[in-house]
């Protein structure tokens, strides 16, 4: 069995949504210098995981209307691109990403208490934000992550909780207090997530290192699909202390897997995005450049002008 059959096995099973593999493919292409892409650019970077013109034209246009996407008209074309909150946003994403996942009560927390200043809706809508933020909640009205994730990540959490900057050994007694109440947390469902990542990739990170193990189309959607799939699993991961997890938890395994193969196929899925924005850009500039000008006359009060 060879890699074309693994990456297929992945999308047939993981049946990635296209919205989100147009954010990750933009904020790929934008790591390696291309910030803006022709229309058909995109639809040739989505063809090869299966998606076909009409399809990537729909989707496009409604990330548009959400503002994920800005399309400028150039005549008959259209360049895309992400846009500034949209671009930020996914990059934030990715630094979190980074980040090995493995989390202990050795180490320095942020810790967020519900005092009750707040109401249950307002809560509910800043626990989210905080989740989506890497924070785990460790009670009911206790959330916190390692304080060393304010380093070179964009937090701009605005909470209105009360913000502890504790040691490990005071969050795990300050969860052990009857006052916050008692967790009982799902880890049979990413434990089956990170299982199943596992199966997926595995294999995959086995032929990193051998000559033509991949192709520069197989490396690219490698990177997208291994970077959907370990942030899948993440979504669904408490991100508990390890003090709090079971030894078998694979969560360490699957960033090792996510880390080896987004950064070893990074050269060659440069070179395939480069190989397919550039070409379009090139063209472009070469009809610009042999266009002849025209001459525009307008007129304005009384006066030629020429431009």
Sequence with gaps: MNSE??????????KPRLSTLLKLMFS??????QKTQW??????????????????RTALFRLAEHKVIKIERHGRRSLCMLTPQAAASIQSVRQRLNIPAGRSFAEDWSMLVNSG???????????????????????????????????????????????????????????????????????????????????????LRQMLGKRGAFTDVQAYMLRLL?????????????????????DSWAAMQAYQTYAALYAGCATQARRHILKITEAPAQEQQASLSTTPVRRHIARRTGVYMTA
């Excluded at 970077?227 to 079971?246: F, K, N, V």
């Design 5 to 14: 059959f693994y990456i297929d096995a992945v999308l047939r099973q993981a």
């Design 28 to 33: 790929e292409a934008q790591a390696f210098g």
């Design 39 to 56: 229309l058909g650019s995109v639809i040739a970077l989505l063809e090869p995981l299966g998606f076909q013109e009409r399809t990537v």
């Design 117 to 203: 200043g707040i109401s249950a809706t307002s809560y509910a809508a800043a626990r989210k934000q905080l989740l989506d933020l890497d924070y785990c909640v460790l009670a009911p009205n206790v959330l916190a992550r390692p304080a060393s994730y304010t380093r070179g990540v964009q937090a701009g959490e605005d909470h209105g909780l009360a913000l502890f900057e504790v040691s490990g050994a005071q969050l795990a007694a300050a969860v052990r207090q009857p006052l916050f109440g008692k967790m009982d947390w799902d880890l049979e469902t990413p434990a089956a997530m990170y299982e199943q990542f596992r199966q997926r990739f595995e294999p």
């Design 226 to 246: 291994v970077s959907h799939g370990y942030q899948h699993c993440r979504r669904a991961d408490p991100l508990l202390p390890q003090e709090l997890l079971p």
